[in-house]
């Protein structure tokens, strides 16, 4: 497996931006389709973007088109989540995760330990 750490998260007014960033260590980095995933208050977890190993397919749910876009350097071993226009409904902890296989659902084989997002109205 992977080892995967968060960084990034933190407060935000609505319309405001953040950029989340994800380190991993352990294995090929390159061998891994890379995603984000977030768990609200009260909610279950779900997903919000993935990207296959190479950086040339990404996805995303439909609430976060057009606002978000996930990247990757697969020199660097980083996946980020760029955050803009946010909203309050964007509020939770935010978790990066990594599979062998491509996926827009759970389950995936590696996760972090999740950053905190939180957007106020």
């Known amino acids: 497996q992977v080892q995967l750490v968060e960084s990034g998260g933190g407060s935000v007014q609505a319309g405001g931006s953040l950029r989340l960033s994800c380190a991993a260590s352990?294995?090929?980095?390159?061998?891994?389709?890379m995603a984000w995933f977030r768990q609200g208050p009260g909610k279950e977890r779900e997903f919000v973007a993935a990207?296959?190993?190479?950086?040339?397919?990404?996805y995303y749910v439909d609430s976060v088109k057009g606002r978000f876009t996930i990247s990757r350097d697969n020199a660097k071993n980083t996946v980020d989540l760029q955050m803009n226009n946010l909203k309050p409904e964007d509020t939770a902890v935010y978790y990066c995760?990594?599979?062998?296989?491509?996926?827009?659902?759970?389950?995936?084989?590696?996760w972090g330990q999740g950053t905190q997002v939180t957007v106020s109205s």
């Open positions: 352990g294995r090929t980095f390159s061998g891994y389709a």
């Open positions: 995760a990594a599979d062998p296989l491509f996926k827009v659902a759970r389950p995936y084989t590696s």
């Open positions: 990207i296959s190993r190479s950086g040339d397919t990404t």
